[in-house]
């Protein structure tokens, strides 16, 4: 039975009703899941993970490797620790892994079967017959697995913090507290970061310190924390779990807002911080572990810290007479909490040899004629569901006695994830048996327990040396104690089972169901490696990262191989520290946040005209507009592309990247990074361009207007103009430092409109009565800068649709007044709005190419015939090498042509390709030899059929010759005619009219 | 996560920059002379050692200057940062503590974590 | 086979308290010459030596590892199988894999847990859409089954995905049935067990310090476990492969970058299929154990301490948050790093080169893993034969002098 420790002052007085699977219980505001179980005497709480064996409350942490249970009230939250969560009001809890009940669950026949489950078994069983592993075998597997059930309904909403700051102590324990006292007051900005609500680490948790500088520890703490709240250096973050240990002192702590609290829907309940520090001092102490014994995972069996910390932290006896197995001298403590709450064990279990006992616990257990086995063990322990009778191994004699609980202690170990993680060495220390810090690599230092360092009288001696690298004065800790000062313990790992059976476990991995049994078939198999041998048997990886159990199952490992166990040495330990919330790594960067939206001036104008946006990068793009309700897009692309042809129409243009380039040696640069030539270029002219990667590749295009040899605007794509620009400052500042160029983009600082179709000219005069748009006063591919209005616009003549056209840049401010202006003038021209679907198909009819669909970073100049782009008296530019290598002056290389359906109602579709066949068999074995692919396909309303652009090998030479293109879902393919890709126009006449 | 000691800016998060591989490769002055072989290995070949290794790096969200650094590949550690017009140090003023080619430093990297 | 595994030898052994299991391989010590010499005992180095045992009667052959088998990308990628890749000499190359894939499990007598529970490439705009359609049609040419599915269909297979609500839409996605999982570690141990039993020397925990030429021609390597000679060296050891071609006097296009990948606590079946997406960059699966296996993207600067930048892992677990809201709740467990070797092309180098009698299967980028059966049976002819195999021929090295390069970037950032 449990009882209550009226001492604790953690926990408050005011109760709080939480359920878990269906029943309805009392807890204290300030409880755990697991310690407002124990005091409700709930000892079973889950199913494990294979053999879903009955499993309690083993640890009171977050090393806790059984106790996981779900938060139905918290969107069905699985696998949240039951020794760390927090209760509140109205808490609605449920085991987990089991059906139908966790009394009763059905998958414990696994637990009957276990003999065959041994290590590896998946990879022995399974293979046959044919198709039994897809449809029959991996079903089953897979529904079996898991633990929790998945979260429902659910939308993140945590935050982020950033610190920059001279030092973080990780734990404000007895050493942590201690270290901080150090920084009061000091020019040093200090974080100390503690994961539960109260400071105090073991003083808190233990009755091992009696008075520290004359005080109680309890006193001690207050006085301590009131200390460091008045100095303005010192911060401290509670319920703050540092998880991760980056390089260059980086650090990622996580920080639960609603600790015990019912989290408010409407505000961030987890801060993820993440933190620069010169110095880490890592002080968050160690880890009791375990003993392997024969069900050693019933309910009932606990650690005895952790029984010893539900005492003083949470006020909770979880059995008042438990049976206490240790190998070392620490559980003294656990013995006088009880003794002094007037309960008494049951018995005392030491491994040690009487001799080496300590005098007082021996004096104690005589005292209160408590029943001792010195040099003896736990053979194992029975029980339905629970702890019942435990059986001691004496010598040659076994000793059955009955409890309900069975409190472990197999020594600490110090708490070293957070030191590997900053990739620190540690070392196999032989006094305490276990890892403990050696060299670190960043600037981390450790203290206390962490550091090995189990003597509390040294610690102030500890303190004082190892932050004597700060200028600080020197702490004193005068420290007495209720335990020995002197750590001392015997090396047991694992007790041996008396009678041999195939069903009998002991387990050296509760969270994964692993055995002691499993570790040694796995080395008889041949893995004999630590590494292979957690992935062999999964030992240490579940989501305790095997916390109280892996020094134990290396030196298991290292007995069998007879080896040293630093021969052996450890698994790394992988960040992070414990389990990390994904919604608090995402922080506030999603949904709405996840990416920027860049929206042009026109943005509102568009959304009032039925504008359907696509994403073009970040930007978001006009793709079609609706002239009504029940508009489709090909209807609506048909009609704008028509009205165009016919009229007019205007596209917002804005998204467009727009580089200036200006300098001394501007025209030289230009001439390097571009395929053309620009020297005989005159000025106040434009160009259409391409830049190419070294491979001779095409990376981007654009528009080039030359204003001098000085001065030039270059237009990029949409999504490549970062791109363009990185790029370009990546030669001028490495490549070419001695030419004197400055490049700038101009993005965001102009509006661009490109307008065209055969009406232009007389909507253009209408916008603009003063501008002579004549086709000698303003041929195409030039430009003139005006006054309009309060501004100044450029305007260019250039077109990507093959009409006349024109582009206006003109500033964000006046652009959608202007484009109103334009509008009304164009009224009676019929202008409309086009969105790029439209443009897309009208350059594809005019045989325009598009990055990124016409080339895919295969595809040069000269596949495109695009040769009369290539400056052929320039001596370098970007990729021209290239070009002349053995497989870029191919002949059959793809090439650049236009399809056109034999029979004009075929459809030929994007991303098809050309083969010579005309029908394919239903069922391809042997692939298809095929010439190319389409890479633009459109239905064309000014032709009134389909057409196409296709990358085909050898194009150029197979003009006029009949193939075939696939067709989605059919056999049969459509015949085509390879042709001239430039379908309307081929004469410009439009275009220059 | 690294930190980056940007030679206009000071010390920044690795994230604020973009890397640019081995730096002190230089553009060939005349491409057309040069084999298919040699202009090859000058587009797709850059040294990839494990330890000390000369590369640059541009501060993309910040100055957009690019700099050069040495860095341990082994460790991540970056011992120097200097400035695209300075000159390339020797590689005798750093310690390359890599015994053999797939050998690890003693400290701060790889797979282990217990000193022997 | 000597060692039979089945339901039968497991009822066995549970009878014998399984103590009686026989070790997988022997742990021998390597002898003064070899025929053939395999540097790396991953997935790809033991698969070659299996094949050159099995197909090329080559008998007298040693894998030489670093560490332990499977310690490199092996036993640390995301276990992604898939072949629907855009380019005819990928798509031969991977669905090669895919084919021995699918018997694998038999052939090896060793179950590999290869799921073919189908792969999903997610489209977020327009440009995806058309990439994707691109290649579905290339891909059902070369014989691949994959397909164009709209939004509906993805909801019916990824009820959990959130293809509206989100920054970049679900548009569609290329979807192949064949794709899948399998078990990364069992892969190696496979292999290795049946390589073993053919008379392969799988020597761990033995390090090559150099490899020794004499004018052009290999001589044997120099190892932490003395000099072997042997005429023959296929080197296969990802990340570290670039630095030991240098020992050669080799120069290759490689680049090692960390790559990163996590994983969550497990939690009953929620997602049963693979899903892959370039535009809100994460891909995800779930483990037959239940954890979502969760890939990140590459780090953008060379390093050797299988470590990435943490702004990677944020930038995935936004990306997964974004696709699947509900996974807010659950929690990352590990996350870890490897390194990978990535070559100008994002496509893989199985290749001789000057060197007489030296092979190199490299450059496997983020990807390699998926190839581990296809690339290890043709990197075993090319080392039996002294000259490609027709499906490895095009992933020679004078590519890149030629410019023959296969560039599976293309559309695609990352080509997993």
């Not at chain 3, 141990?189 to 761990?204: C, F, H, S, T």
């Amino acid at each position: 039975m449990s009882a209550i420790n009226n001492n604790c002052k953690y926990i408050s007085k005011k109760q709080v009703k939480i359920t878990f699977d269906g029943n309805t219980y009392q807890a204290y505001e300030g409880d755990t899941i697991a310690s407002a179980l124990l005091r409700n005497n709930i000892r079973l709480v889950g199913r494990s993970f294979k053999y879903h064996r009955p499993r309690g409350i083993y640890t009171c942490g977050i090393e806790e490797p059984n106790a996981l249970v779900q938060i139905i009230s918290e969107h069905n939250e699985p696998n949240t620790r039951a020794t760390i969560k927090r209760v509140y009001d109205g808490m609605e809890i449920t085991s987990q892994n089991r059906w139908p009940s966790l009394r009763y669950d059905f998958g414990a026949i696994n637990n009957i079967l276990s003999p065959i489950f041994s290590a590896g078994f998946y990879y022995k069983t399974f293979m046959g017959p044919k198709g039994f592993w897809k449809n029959l075998y991996e079903p089953l597997i897979r529904r079996s697995a898991g633990l929790g059930k998945p979260p429902k309904n659910f939308r993140s909403k945590s935050t982020h913090q950033y610190h920059n700051t001279d030092v973080v102590i990780i734990g404000a324990g007895l050493s942590g507290l201690a270290a901080a006292k150090k920084f009061i007051n000091t020019k040093y900005k200090v974080l100390l970061i503690e994961q539960d609500s109260y400071l105090g680490g073991v003083l808190k948790n233990s009755n091992k310190v009696k008075t520290i500088n004359g005080l109680t520890p309890q006193e001690w703490i207050s006085e301590t924390e009131e200390s460091i709240l008045n100095s303005k250096n010192i911060t401290i973050l509670k319920n703050t779990l540092v998880t991760t240990y980056n390089f260059t002192n980086h650090l990622i702590a996580l920080e639960d807002k609603f600790a015990g609290k019912k989290i408010d829907l409407n505000k961030s309940e987890l801060t993820l911080h993440k933190i620069r520090t010169s110095n880490t001092i890592i002080a968050n102490g160690h880890i009791e572990r375990f003993i392997s014994f024969r069900n050693n995972d019933l309910p009932g069996v606990m650690l005895a810290s952790s029984f010893e910390k539900y005492i003083h932290r949470y006020g909770v006896v979880p059995e008042k007479e438990p049976v206490i197995f240790t190998n070392n001298s620490s559980s003294l403590s656990l013995l006088k909490t009880l003794i002094n709450l007037g309960c008494k064990p049951k018995a005392y279990v030491d491994s040690r040899k009487k001799d080496n006992i300590e005098t007082e616990i021996k004096k104690i257990l005589k005292d209160k004629e408590i029943p001792f086995f010195s040099d003896a063990e736990i053979e194992g322990c029975d029980g339905n569901k629970k702890v019942e009778t435990i059986t001691i191994r004496q010598g040659k004699s076994f000793d059955k006695i009955k409890s309900s609980m069975l409190c472990v202690s197999g020594g600490y170990n110090p708490d070293i994830h957070l030191f590997t993680q900053s990739k620190g060495l540690v070392k196999w220390d032989k006094n305490i048996l276990s890892f403990k810090p050696d060299t670190p690599f960043q600037k981390t230092i450790t203290l206390g327990s962490t550091s090995g360092n189990y003597s509390f009288k040294k610690l102030c001696d500890e303190i004082n040396e190892k932050l004597s690298i700060f200028k600080t004065k020197k702490v004193s800790l005068d420290i007495n104690l209720n335990v020995p000062n002197k750590f001392s313990i015997k090396e047991l790992w694992e007790t041996k089972i008396k009678n041999k059976s195939n069903w009998a476990k002991s387990f050296i991995d509760l969270h994964n169901d692993v055995t002691t049994k499993d570790l040694k078939q796995a080395i008889t198999e041949g893995f004999d490696r630590i590494e292979h041998l957690k992935r062999y048997t999964t030992n240490s990886m579940g989501t305790d990262q095997g916390k109280i159990s892996s020094i134990n199952s290396l030196a298991i490992v290292s007995k069998i191989l007879k080896k040293e166990i630093s021969e052996v040495g450890t698994t790394t330990y992988r960040p992070p520290y414990a389990p990390l919330s994904f919604a608090a790594i995402a922080g506030r960067s999603t949904y709405e946040f996840y990416d920027p939206e860049r929206k042009t001036s026109i943005h509102s104008w568009h959304l009032k005209n039925n504008a359907v946006f696509e994403d073009v990068g970040q930007w978001k793009r006009p793709w079609y507009f609706k002239a009504s309700e029940n508009e489709t897009m090909h209807q609506a692309v048909q009609r704008e592309s028509k009205t165009l042809r016919e009229n007019a129409g205007i596209l917002d243009g804005s998204t467009l990247g727009k580089i200036e380039i200006k300098g001394r040696d501007a025209l030289e640069f230009m001439n390097l990074m571009y395929t053309n030539a620009f020297s005989k270029m005159k000025p106040m002219t434009s160009r259409y361009a391409m830049m190419l990667g070294e491979d001779g590749m095409i990376k981007d295009d654009g528009i080039i207007c030359k204003i001098s040899d000085q001065h030039f605007i270059a237009t990029t794509t949409s999504s490549g103009a970062p791109k363009v620009l990185a790029d370009m400052e990546e030669y001028l500042q490495t490549e070419w430092p001695h030419l004197q160029v400055y490049l700038n983009s101009i993005t965001e600082q102009f509006s661009t409109f490109n307008i065209s179709g055969p009406k232009t000219r007389e909507i253009m005069m209408r916008v603009f009565p003063d501008i002579d748009f004549s086709n000698d006063a303003f041929p195409f591919m030039t430009f003139k800068n005006f006054d309009y209005k309060e501004t100044k616009i450029r305007i260019m003549r250039a077109s990507f649709t093959g009409e006349l056209g024109y582009e206006i840049y003109i500033s964000p401010k006046f652009g959608l007044e202007l484009w109103e202006e334009i509008f009304s003038c164009g009224k009676e021209f019929n202008l409309i709005p086009y969105g790029t679907e439209t443009m897309h198909l009208l350059r594809a009819e005019k045989g325009y190419i598009v990055i990124g669909q016409e080339t895919d970073g295969t595809v040069t100049p000269i596949d495109l015939n695009y040769n009369w782009m290539i400056g052929k008296n320039k001596k370098d530019f970007i990729g021209k090498r290239s070009l002349s290598r053995p497989d870029t002056s191919r002949a059959d290389r793809k090439q650049l042509v236009g399809l056109s359906p034999i029979n004009k109602k075929d459809i030929i579709e994007e991303g098809q390709h050309i083969v010579e066949l005309n029908e394919l068999p239903k069922k391809i074995t042997d692939p298809i030899k095929y010439l190319g692919h389409v890479s633009s396909g459109y239905h064309s309303p000014n032709l009134n059929h389909s057409i196409g652009l296709a990358m085909i090998r050898g194009g150029k030479n197979l003009l006029g010759q009949k193939f075939f293109v696939t067709a989605t879902g059919k056999t049969k393919n459509i015949p085509v005619e390879i042709v001239n890709p430039v379908f309307i126009d081929p004469e410009n006449k439009r275009l220059t009219s | 996560m690294i930190l980056i000691k940007c030679p206009y800016c000071g010390e920044r998060d690795q994230s604020e920059f973009a890397n640019g591989g081995e730096a002190h490769v230089i553009r060939p002055k005349n491409p057309e002379s040069l084999s298919d072989k040699d202009w090859g290995e000058y587009v797709f070949y850059r040294n990839n050692p494990k330890g000390i290794f000369y590369e640059r790096w541009v501060h993309t969200h910040g100055c957009k200057k690019w700099f050069n650094a040495v860095r341990n590949t082994s460790t991540d550690q970056i011992l120097k940062v200097y400035k695209v017009n300075e000159k390339r140090p020797d590689l005798s003023e750093f310690q390359n503590t890599l015994k053999s080619p797939s050998g690890e430093p003693s400290v701060g990297s790889g797979n282990f974590a217990v000193k022997k | 086979m000597k060692k039979k595994y089945s339901i039968a030898s497991i009822v066995k052994n549970s009878l014998s308290n399984n103590e009686n299991w026989g070790k997988m391989w022997r742990s021998p010590n390597p002898k003064k010459h070899y025929d053939v010499i395999i540097v790396g005992g991953g997935g790809h180095g033991l698969g070659t030596a299996y094949y050159l045992a099995k197909h090329h009667g080559i008998k007298n052959i040693a894998v030489i590892e670093k560490g332990w088998l499977g310690s490199g990308n092996t036993g640390r990628n995301t276990t992604i199988i898939r072949s629907n890749y855009l380019w005819d000499e990928s798509a031969y190359l991977y669905d090669h894999a895919v084919k021995l894939w699918e018997n694998l499990s038999e052939d090896l007598n060793y179950n590999m847990m290869f799921s073919q529970r189908g792969v999903l490439n997610l489209a977020h705009n327009e440009h995806d859409i058309k990439e994707i359609k691109r290649r579905v049609s290339a891909n059902r040419l070369n014989g691949l089954d994959t397909m164009w599915l709209d939004k509906n269909e993805i909801k019916d297979l990824v009820p959990i995905m959130n293809t509206d609500n989100l920054r970049y839409p679900v548009l569609g996605a290329a979807y192949q049935p064949r794709g899948g999982v399998a078990r990364h570690d069992a892969v190696a141990w496979g292999y290795a067990m049946r390589a073993d039993e053919l008379g392969v020397d799988i020597i761990q925990n033995c390090e090559v310090k150099g490899i020794k030429t004499d004018n052009y021609k290999v001589e044997g390597v120099e190892t932490t476990k003395g000099f072997i000679k042997s005429s023959k060296i296929g080197v296969v050891a990802s990340g570290h492969t670039s630095v030991l071609a240098a020992t050669a006097g080799v120069r290759l296009p490689l680049q090692s970058r960390p790559l990163q990948a996590l994983v969550s606590e497990p939690i009953k079946p929620v997602i049963n299929t693979v899903v892959m997406s370039n535009a809100v960059h994460a891909y995800v699966s779930q483990s037959d154990k239940g954890e979502l296996v969760i890939g990140a993207g590459t780090d953008g600067y060379n390093s050797f301490t299988q470590r990435g930048g943490y702004d990677v892992i944020e930038e995935t677990v936004r990306a997964i948050v974004e696709l699947y809201p509900i996974f807010g709740k659950m929690k990352m467990l590990r996350q870890w790093g490897g390194i990978v070797d990535i070559c100008p092309d994002a496509s893989p180098i199985i290749s001789k080169c000057d060197v007489e009698g030296l092979y190199f299967n490299c450059g496997w980028g983020t990807g390699g893993f998926k190839a581990t059966p296809g690339s290890a049976n043709v990197f075993a002819h090319t080392i039996a034969k002294d000259e490609p195999h027709k499906i490895n021929a095009p992933f020679d090295l004078s590519r890149f002098s030629e410019g023959r390069l296969i560039d599976e970037h293309g559309a695609a950032a990352v080509a997993h």
